[in-house]
């Protein structure tokens, strides 16, 4: 296999700039590649589709270099093309000046984020002196207000050469400032073009947007969510092991047809990225737009590699006027993969203008309703949190609520990858943000564990409103009522309790200072009630008995037996049947001596053994299978473990 040394630093270098304003000329000028590929682009001279180079900017720099058309007819290729570029190189023609593709593709790269570029004043040997001022004079002024405003603009004629050393150091000053992409986010590359070669099959090419790719791994076709493996790999037309973002790529790809790949597919890491036809963004409307875009309007949508049809739903406003931003939602007709942070381009479907562009902020499953608080004040919190690593993952967490996530699932549903994760996790870790549940457990955020205990409390509230009396609710039924894991749970009541927020009774929690202690009324009262249990025994009263004992009524006496019970004074044994503690444990001890001394025993011989009849010496029996005490198997009983 050919190799070659692998440059410390990528970037990706994307032209702009009118037709015949001499783009793939002044390409070949100082990376000696010829962009033009097609017979047909040969023949007219016009650059149809993208095309790649690559220039070494000395001896660890490299740029990659994506010629785009300049036709208004190619408008879709050049936005294909600029999507995953750092910096752009703006080409003006000193004999025509600034000119309509000019202009619209300052706005698009501009939709696109881009921040960084130079300004080629191109065919100075065409024009004299004179005419070269004012060619020059015109794009600065044409600049101003764009991001290109304090760019270098340099006169350069790639016929003579005129100039040439100073485009060539402007070039590398403007470079040295672009930080790379690197390996940041997990693999995805849109697909550029795809073809065959005779012997190795399919080969898709393309830019990634994030992350690398190595020989030999497996990547996933989307949308039709085909693996596939990587069986040989080429950067700039080099034998390669790895490309990353800030490469053009070609990817030779196992058992896939190439009928099956176009334009607009995108190749990821399996597992991290799913298809839709519902995208979430931010959209802006340029300053310069000649269109007000309205709710429903029909568009075009740009992102990646892809074009598709669609309508625009706007969600905080019925309009977006030139120069205004707001929430948007579109519902497309064919299915798309994007990623939070990726830049789109929006262009009405009649006339086909660009119009605007954005941010995507999530793909939706779900058509979101207009005008709803909810659903902006997600959009918001979710826009603020994507500008980072730390901060998308922050959020996927707090999204989780509190249900906890493995780490491996969480970099899944960030679309991190794992060692950015564990980084974030770090970050997290020491600002006490992260709450790490033993074991295999999984992760959750402070904030999501913090509302899940006034979720907790709230239950408590209400239960203690309706039952004044009672020390707490039955711990089984809290966590049922709350619907949290076990985990969760149990972390939550520990804080509580060690806080001194929640207080414990006999398997109840509640609420401090909640549970209404008595007065010397309801102090009698309990001990009557108490009493009449006690002296019951084996033949416990009823709760209507007992109250009536205590000389209240039915209801009353339920709330008292409720008390008694969170107390621990009471056990229910079975549903409506209770029994004094005393009763129970006497019973135990001598079951569990019985057991000791003859190994087994059957229900009769419990009856005999406590007294009662079985109507109440049954359920008690089967009380101690419930609590561990014993076990049954058939008709006998043994203690457990024992056998």
């Known amino acids: 296999m050919v190799t070659f040394k692998e440059p410390t630093k990528r970037i990706l270098l994307g032209t702009a700039g009118h037709i015949d304003h001499g783009k793939t000329r002044l390409v070949k000028l100082f990376s000696g590649c010829d962009t033009d590929r097609l017979p047909e682009e040969k023949k007219r001279g016009m650059s149809i589709d993208l095309g790649f180079g690559s220039c070494m900017l000395g001896g660890d720099l490299r740029i990659g270099i994506v010629d785009v058309p300049g036709h208004e ?13 750092d910096l752009i190189l703006l080409v003006v023609a000193a004999d025509d ?33 004179e005419i070269r001022e004012l060619a020059l004079e015109d794009v600065k002024e044409f600049l101003q207000g764009t991001f290109l405003k304090d760019a270098p603009v340099i ?62 791994e497996k990547v996933e076709l989307l949308p039709v969510g085909k693996e596939t493996r990587v069986r040989g790999l080429q950067v700039f037309k080099k034998q390669a092991r790895q490309a990353m973002a800030g490469d053009c790529v070609a990817l030779n790809l196992s058992e896939l047809n190439h009928r099956e790949v176009h334009r607009g597919m995108v190749l990821g890491q399996p ?32 992102v990646g590699t892809s074009e598709v049809m669609g309508t625009v739903a706007l969600l905080d406003r019925k309009k977006i006027g030139p120069g205004e931003s707001g929430f948007a939602q579109f519902r497309l007709r064919d299915e798309v993969v994007v990623d939070a942070r990726d830049r789109f381009v ?23 309703k207009r005008f709803k608080a909810h659903v902006l004040e997600d959009l918001e919190s979710r826009e603020q949190a994507i500008s980072s690593d730390e901060g998308t993952l922050a959020f996927t967490l707090r999204k989780r609520g509190a249900n906890p996530v493995r780490k491996a699932e969480l970099a899944r549903l960030a679309k991190l990858p794992e060692a950015t994760v564990e980084k974030g996790l770090s970050a997290l870790r020491e600002k006490g943000a992260l709450v790490e549940m033993p074991g295999e457990g999984g992760l959750m955020h402070e904030e999501a564990l913090g509302e899940a205990f006034q979720a ?53 929690i509640g609420l401090k200072g909640r549970g209404a202690e008595p007065d010397a009324s ?28 205590a000389g209240v009524d039915v209801s009353r006496g339920r709330a008292l ?48 053994l406590v007294g009662g009849s079985r109507k109440y010496v049954y359920p008690l029996l089967d009380s101690f299978d419930v609590a561990g005490v014993t076990i049954r198997r058939g008709n006998l009983r043994y203690l457990k473990g024992e056998r």
Request: glycine letters at 12%.
């Open 73 to 85: 007819k190619f408008i879709r290729n050049m936005v294909a093309g600029v999507s995953a570029i």
């Open 97 to 129: 000046g600034v000119m309509p593709q000019t202009r619209e593709h300052i706005q698009i790269v501009e939709l696109l984020g881009l921040t960084k570029g130079l300004v080629a004043l191109t065919k100075i040997d065409m024009v004299d002196g």
């Open 155 to 216: 006169p350069v004629s790639s016929e003579t050469g005129e100039g040439y050393e100073a485009f060539w150091y402007a070039l590398q000053e403007v470079v040295s400032t672009i930080e790379p992409r690197g390996t940041r986010g997990v693999f995805r590359m849109p697909v550029e073009r795809v073809f065959t070669v005779k012997g190795l099959g399919t080969v898709a090419t393309g830019m990634p947007l994030t992350g690398a790719v190595n020989l030999d």
């Open 271 to 302: 597992g991290y990225f799913k298809p839709t036809r519902l995208v979430d963004g931010r959209l802006m409307l340029l300053p310069g737009a000649q269109h007000v875009l309205k709710d429903g309007a029909p568009i075009r949508f740009h």
């Open 346 to 368: 929006v262009r009405l479907q009649s006339p086909v203008v660009t119009v605007g562009g954005g941010v995507v902020i999530r793909e939706q499953d779900r058509k979101l």
């Open 456 to 508: 907790l409390r709230a239950e408590l509230e209400a239960f203690h409103k309706k039952n004044p009396f009672r020390i707490g609710m039955a711990a089984t039924d809290l966590r049922s009522a709350s619907g949290l894991d076990r985990n969760v749970f149990d972390l939550l009541c520990r804080r509580g309790l060690e806080s001194g927020d929640l207080v414990e009774g006999e398997g109840v």
């Open 522 to 549: 309801a102090s009698a009262q309990l001990e009557a009630m108490e009493r009449a249990f006690l002296e019951g025994g084996m033949s416990p009263p009823s709760l209507a008995d007992a109250a009536k004992g």
């Open 561 to 608: 037996a409720g008390r008694l019970k969170d107390q621990g004074l009471l056990v229910e044994v079975a549903e409506g049947m209770l029994f004094h503690r005393e009763t129970v444990r006497k019973a135990r001890e001598a079951l569990v001596a019985h057991l000791k001394e003859h190994g087994e025993i059957g229900a009769v011989t419990f009856r005999d």
